[in-house]
C-alpha cells in the first residue's frame, strides 16, 4: 500500500520503520526535517516537506504526535494531512490525546469522505521498536478492517472498541491502570529494601503469583538501582492523567487514586525529573524530602 506517517518520535519512528520493512511505499513528515531524513536513510521511503503533501495520493495515513494541539495542526491545519486526502483514504492516530478531540477529527474527516480511527497505543518504545503495541480503537468497523492488516506490521493485540473517542477513553483507562500499579510497585520495592528483604529474589517469586504486571516484570531492576533515564517521561504521564481528569469530570468517574499519583508526579517535576521514566516514583520514597 502506499501509506503516509506523520510524526517520528520515539514511538512513530519505529512504527513507520515497520510499516516499510513490511513492504509498504512510506512517506513521512517529521516538524524536524533532519529526522525525517534520518529515517529515510535508515528505512528507505521518502521524506515530505509538510503533512498535505506527505498525505497525497496515500491509501492509509498515520499520525503520532505530542497532544491535542499537535493533532488538531498535522490534520486539520493549514497543511495537514486532510488537505492532501483523497475521498475513500484511512486516516489512524496513534496519538494520546483527548476523546473530544478524537470525535472532532472524525468529523472533519467525514466531510472529505476519509475514514477516521483515533488508535492510542500502549507498550512504550520498545513495544514499538519491536512492533509488538497494543492498540486500541475508535470509529467504525469498515475502517477498522481496512486498516487492521496494515497495523499488524506493528500492532500485536488491537480491538475496536466503539465509536470515535472510544480508543482514547479505552486509553484512559489504561493509563489509570498503570499509575495505581507503578504507585504500588514503589512502595512494595522500598518496604521490601528497608525491612531487609532481597528485592530481586521477592521479585522472582511474587512475580509468578497474582501481583504480576509489565511493570513489575520490566521495571523492578532498574527501580531498585534508582535508575530512570528511559522509557515513557513523567511530563507524558502527567499529560496523560490530565486528559483522564478531564474527562472525569464531564462523565462523574471518581478518580482518588488517579489524582494522588498525578500529585507524586508532580514532586518528581520539582526535583527535575520531567524527563524520567515513570518508574520514578520510587525515588519520592527513597528519598523523603521534609
Not at 177 to 184: K, T
Amino acid at each position: 500500500m502506499k501509506v503516509a506517517f506523520a510524526g517520528l518520535g520515539v514511538m512513530g519512528y519505529p512504527m513507520a520503520g515497520h510499516l516499510a520493512k513490511g513492504g509498504h511505499d512510506v512517506t513521512v513528515f517529521n516538524r524536524n526535517p533532519a529526522k525525517a531524513e534520518a529515517w529515510v536513510k535508515e528505512y528507505g521511503g521518502k521524506a515530505a516537506a509538510t503533512p498535505a503533501a506527505a498525505a497525497e495520493g496515500a491509501d492509509f495515513v498515520f499520525c503520532c504526535v505530542g497532544n491535542d494541539d499537535d493533532v488538531r495542526e498535522v490534520i486539520a491545519g493549514p497543511n495537514g494531512v486532510l488537505s492532501g486526502m483523497v475521498a475513500g483514504g484511512v486516516l489512524v492516530d496513534h496519538t494520546t490525546a483527548s476523546a473530544d478531540v478524537a470525535r472532532d477529527m472524525a468529523e472533519l474527516a467525514a466531510e472529505k469522505g476519509v475514514k477516521f480511527l483515533d488508535a492510542p497505543v500502549s507498550g512504550g518504545q520498545a513495544g514499538a521498536v519491536n512492533g509488538v503495541l497494543t492498540i486500541m480503537i475508535g470509529g467504525e468497523e469498515e475502517a477498522f478492517e481496512q486498516a487492521r492488516p496494515i497495523m499488524e506490521a506493528y500492532g500485536r493485540m488491537m480491538a475496536l472498541m466503539g465509536p470515535s473517542g472510544s480508543g482514547q477513553l479505552t486509553k484512559m483507562m489504561n493509563q489509570m491502570c498503570i499509575a495505581g500499579v507503578v504507585q504500588g510497585l514503589a512502595e512494595a520495592l522500598d518496604f521490601g529494601q528497608r525491612a531487609g528483604i532481597d528485592g530481586e529474589r521477592a521479585i522472582e517469586v511474587i512475580s509468578k503469583g497474582a501481583a504480576q504486571s509489565w511493570q513489575m516484570e520490566n521495571r523492578y531492576q532498574t527501580m531498585l538501582k534508582g535508575e530512570f533515564d528511559f522509557g515513557f517521561a513523567v511530563d507524558w504521564m502527567r499529560k496523560d492523567i490530565a486528559i483522564c481528569v478531564a474527562e472525569a469530570s464531564r462523565n462523574g468517574a471518581q478518580l482518588p487514586m488517579t489524582r494522588m499519583v498525578d500529585g507524586f508526579y508532580e514532586q518528581i517535576q520539582q526535583r527535575g525529573g520531567g524527563r524520567w521514566d515513570t518508574s520514578s516514583l520510587i525515588d519520592l520514597l527513597q528519598r523523603p524530602r521534609d
